[in-house]
């Protein structure tokens, strides 16, 4: 074999491995864009609705419990994934949903009535770690 | 007076040296897992063929075949082994020393 045809046979390689998996990462990075937009829209709609009084933690309790296990379930039926992916998955899932638990938890004890400088600066940050992990995936 | 170097060719593995089975290697190495459709795409084989090769893979402890079912539907899925990561960076190891010269 000659040095060519090792190069090539090399940029062949390395072709076929990046097409393999150019669209495995979309469907994670919409799932987590998607959970970036609803956890901020929730964090918004807890300040309006406990302002109203209307139960919104109970709301958000509920809803975050379907996207997290929504969130588990799909990606059991993902088959192409990139490598690394089911640490990368499950630390960016993990993270996001601990800090939704704790700015749910901090805004319910803490801020009843409301504040929105507690609930802007959390829509804030569950939606830089939903798109974080979203381009965390899609760079991998 | 010292033996003479090998020559990288020979450290070339046989089994992953054919195109369809470096090819199966190649977009494997750089995924967690594949499913058969998404890698018979990828590299532009019948489903036979892709069949046939990835079951030499396995036979040699190279590629996982997972099966599954998605309701009614099968679902079949390759990734590589411990192994088979091994092999394929050293064949590429080979092939970088021989394209070096």
Redesign the interface.
């Known amino acids: 074999m000659s040095a060519a045809e090792a190069r090539e046979l090399l940029a062949r390689a390395d072709s076929l491995g990046a097409s393999s998996i150019n669209a495995a990462a979309w469907p994670v990075a919409v799932m987590f864009t998607s959970l970036a937009i609803m956890g901020s829209l929730l964090m918004i709609g807890m300040h309006i609705v406990l302002v109203g009084g209307y139960g919104a933690a109970l709301l958000a309790c509920s809803v975050g419990a379907w996207g997290a296990i929504t969130a588990s379930v799909w990606p059991m039926f993902q088959r192409s994934t990139k490598v690394g992916f089911t640490k990368r998955f499950l630390t960016s899932l993990l993270g996001y949903f601990a800090l939704y638990v704790v700015a749910l938890v901090v805004g319910a004890y803490f801020f009843r009535d409301g504040n929105l400088w507690f609930y802007i600066p959390a829509a804030i940050a569950l939606a830089a770690i939903g798109l974080a992990a979203a381009f965390r995936e899609l760079r991998a | 007076m010292s033996a003479q170097a090998e020559h990288p060719?020979h450290k070339?593995n046989e089994l992953v040296h054919s195109p369809v089975r470096?090819?199966i290697?190649?977009?494997?190495?750089?995924?967690?897992?594949?499913?058969?459709k998404?890698?018979r795409d990828?590299?532009q084989v019948s489903d036979s063929v892709l069949s046939k090769q990835l079951s030499i893979l396995e036979k040699a402890e190279f590629v996982k075949i997972k099966k599954s079912f998605?309701g009614k539907f099968p679902?079949t899925?390759a990734s590589l082994t411990g192994t088979g990561r091994n092999v394929w960076a050293a064949h590429?190891q080979s092939?970088?020393e021989?394209?070096?010269?």
């Open positions: 060719r070339l470096f090819s290697m190649a977009a494997l190495a750089k995924a967690e897992s594949l499913d058969f998404d890698l990828a590299i998605a679902r899925s590429l092939l970088r021989i394209a070096g010269g």
